[in-house]
């Protein structure tokens, strides 16, 4: 287990701030709950604070600002943040005490969510901001600030958890480069209201940024040395962004054609989906556009057509089978994940045993699943046939051991091949290098010398539910290269 405030899920901006070097007399320390989405967002809210002069630090006890960038999704997800907080006012306290001043700051969902609750509970807390408004954080400390300036009155924290007129991202600096995988927003927010979830709440309306402006920002980080790109969204693939020419509107199946034009990069990915947006020219895409992976994560939360229902999902199980099939067609080699929730308000065994079905009739490469959670103030929180918590447990147990089963089955179909693997980070030992696979499979390799942005070709020699090893048979392939 992560020690409190180190890393949690935060993507460590490396070496983001190295031109100032000393010059730099403010620390930052970011903690990222949750989903890919958060991930990026603490990345630009470290970019947006760059020119003020913070620089990120391992530990928040150092820090001169802490965010906490929260997530909802989870069970207790608030309650957690309010947790942490308790730990974070004594580090608080103590720099108070000793002459200096920390900033505290929480973002992201649990933020837009609870807004005035925080300081009310927390009034230690100096800004409250929600996922829109983050690149107003320059002017938010600058307010919260002066609110402990002689002559203003008792210290208040600020609260920004409006959604503007104006997108963010118009006034976002161009974004720093942690490695050779890159994330890129380009679409926020969701329309579909499923039963269970917040995002509708938290993250407003989708949205989708212009054509012009994803291009730009992805030539920006190949530029830079990303050989990947993960394309972000709430419902990513629910994507019209307005068109080059300024008329019209392109999908997700254009965007990426036209980003696999971009020389240097040689990977593309998109997470996460909804199974009702698939349509043909993203299939196509599969078919024709190399560089874009034989990997997709697409939720689809229950194989009972009647929990589906009651989830507001708009499809039902054979309507997902028949999406799996064409994308199988479009890429024979196409490996899906999933997301499922068991334990649904009135899911009955044989529900359950529909869910079961479903996994093996599909065959993930990957999945996460979960215990149904009531959100405050969704529809299901108030759906009157709660189920079981024992119950879930064990449903969920059994759940899981069906996915481990058929994971590892996955991974170990590749054992004695050879595939090409990204390698992003070191491993544990000093000549060891990790990376993924095309199918998103974490892989480990010995070698002399630095790996790190290379893709290489690699034998597997084992395998097991959540990671492949092996040795590097080819040298790298040459920059832009398509794997």
Not at 228 to 251: F, T
Not at 359 to 378: E, H, L, M, N
Request: proline share 6%; charged share 25%; with cysteine.
């Amino acid at each position: 287990m992560n020690p409190p405030f180190r890393h949690g899920h935060r993507r460590r901006i490396a070496g983001r701030n190295t031109r100032q070097g000393a010059q730099l007399a403010k620390k930052l320390f970011i903690k990222t709950y949750g989903c890919q989405m958060n991930v990026y967002d603490s990345a630009r809210m470290a970019d947006v604070l760059a020119p003020l002069g913070y620089a990120q630090v391992e530990e928040a006890k150092d820090a001169d600002m802490v965010i906490l960038n929260t997530c909802h999704i989870r069970e207790k997800a608030a309650e957690k943040v309010y947790s942490d907080l308790g730990r974070l006012r004594a580090f608080k306290e103590h720099k108070l005490n000793s002459g200096g001043e920390m900033l505290l700051a929480v973002a992201g969902c649990v933020a837009q969510a609870e807004g005035e609750e925080i300081l009310h509970r927390a009034p230690f807390v100096d800004i409250v901001l929600g996922p829109q408004t983050y690149h107003r954080l320059p002017e938010l400390i600058a307010r919260a600030t002066r609110a402990g300036d002689p002559g203003t009155g008792p210290r208040r924290g600020v609260v920004d958890t409006d959604f503007p007129a104006e997108p963010k991202f118009d006034f976002l600096p161009e974004p720093g480069l942690s490695g050779p995988s890159a994330f890129l927003s380009v679409q926020e927010g969701c329309d579909k209201f499923c039963t269970f979830c917040v995002v509708p709440y938290t993250r407003g309306a989708e949205y989708s940024r212009p054509v012009r402006d994803v291009l730009g920002e992805a030539k920006g980080l190949v530029l830079r040395g990303a050989r990947e790109i993960v394309l972000l969204g709430q419902n990513v693939n629910a994507y019209h962004g307005e068109a080059l020419s300024g008329s019209g509107e392109w999908g997700l199946g254009r965007l990426i054609g036209e980003l696999a034009e971009i020389d240097g990069l040689a990977r593309i990915r998109y997470t996460t989906s909804h199974p009702g947006d698939m349509d043909d020219d993203l299939f196509a895409a599969h078919r024709d556009v190399p560089q874009l992976m034989p990997f997709l994560h697409l939720p689809v939360q229950s194989g009972s057509a009647r929990i589906l229902a009651a989830m507001n999902r708009r499809y039902g199980p054979d309507d997902y089978r028949r999406v799996a099939e064409k994308l199988r067609t479009a890429r024979a080699d196409m490996a899906l994940a999933s997301d499922f929730i068991v334990g649904f308000p009135g899911e009955s065994r044989n529900d359950f045993e529909d869910t079961l079905k479903l996994v093996d009739d599909i065959g993930f490469a990957q999945a996460y699943s979960f215990k149904f959670s009531a959100r405050p103030g969704t529809p299901a929180a108030a759906m009157e046939v709660q189920i079981d918590e024992d119950e879930k447990a064990a449903r969920l147990a059994e759940l899981q051991e069906l996915i481990a089963r058929r994971q590892t089955l996955f991974n170990a179909k590749f054992v004695g091949l050879r595939v090409p693997v990204l390698f992003d980070r070191r491993g544990r030992k000093s000549d060891q290098w990790g990376g993924r696979s095309p199918h998103m499979q974490a892989v480990h390799v010995e070698a002399e010398g630095s790996l790190f942005g290379a893709i290489a070709e690699v034998e597997v020699q084992t395998a097991t539910m959540s990671s492949m090893t092996g040795r590097v048979v080819d040298v790298p392939q040459p920059e832009g290269a398509a794997a």
